[in-house]
């Protein structure tokens, strides 16, 4: 068995989504010739949602023949958007490495199933704000795939307990992000890591293999202003001949605008950056005296109706001197209206 690993071919995993299968949308060349060269991967990354200031998953399928080069790195860039870090705790889980294809479909016959599924979840092994380290370790391994297809447990001691991959995922310092995996370092008695170079000789089609480096909602978000988002994916490894090579994939994604409400504080009607006595008196004058009309007319609205009258002045005078209940959020401090309302709020310079 070969040391190196066909492992970043795992990478692909991911989880098998309905609009991409087997391979099928791509024309792979026959990896003839010159050794040193990619020329039997493709690589086709698939966002879950386009539209700015929404948060995105992403997806690649990595598609090899059985000759190609073995995979023991990736590197992925996405140059725009923001991922949020800092909330990640250790053990959390943020992408996926899969392999699920049915023998069968290859032509095999498996006495003890027909599903081969491997799944390696991408968790936080250690915290931080700007970069997390990650590690990728085998939580699933069907039975046919341990008998039929690789004919050993990748979960074993010997193939390093199942841990496959370890790197990072750093927020990048210009928007986006780089997430960074290479073969994992052997721990003690283990000979390779969980998957072969050779483990899928003899399949007559190209094999998925499925990655998801970002799986959980919310995590990244897509830029506000939209525009073009680039993803740079980046393959290392080692051929038949123990020569190094590299394959570069560059992708753009074009992001639709996106919408974001503007942030106010309920109750600051003149926009001072807090409520006090003048709030009521400004909206009372807006309603009876023909003063001008708020910015923000959400941020008038104190008792959040949906309307901007006496009510409001009373509210906030209430909870002024009375100690009624404060406004609802939000208060006292910036944030979005939680409940939408046909009212508008055109500006609110304390809250960019």
Known sequence: MKTSIWIAALMLLARIVAAQESCIPYVLEACDGDPTQYECVQVSSELSQQIGGESATILQEFCFRVDSPLLGEVHITVDKGTIN???????????????????????AVCEVGDRALLVAPIRVSIEGDREVDLSVVIDQASQPLIECLLIYDPTDAAHNEGRLMEGYIAAGLAGGFELH???????????????????????????????????????????????????????????ELFEQVEAVFEESFEIEPGVVEQRFIR??????????????????????????????????????????ELTDAIRALSHLFLGAAAPSAPYPGCGVDTVPDELTCETFDHCP
């Open 85 to 107: 870090l800092a909330d990640l705790e250790e053990g959390d889980e943020v992408g996926q490495i899969r392999f699920d294809v049915n023998l069968s479909d290859f032509g």
């Open 267 to 308: 109750g600051d009607a003149n926009v001072s950056g807090q409520m006090d006595l003048s709030d009521a008196v400004y909206i009372l004058n807006y309603l009876y005296l023909g003063a001008a009309a708020p910015s923000c007319h959400k941020s008038a609205d104190v008792d959040d109706n949906g309307s901007l």
């Open 181 to 239: 995996l290479q073969l994992a370092e052997l721990g003690p008695g283990a000979f390779d890591p969980g998957l072969e170079y050779s483990d899928l000789r003899g399949t007559a089609s190209p094999a998925p293999l499925y990655f998801e480096p970002i799986s959980r909602d919310g995590l990244f978000v897509l830029p506000v202003e939209g525009g073009n988002l680039g993803i740079e994916t980046i393959i290392r490894a080692e051929n």
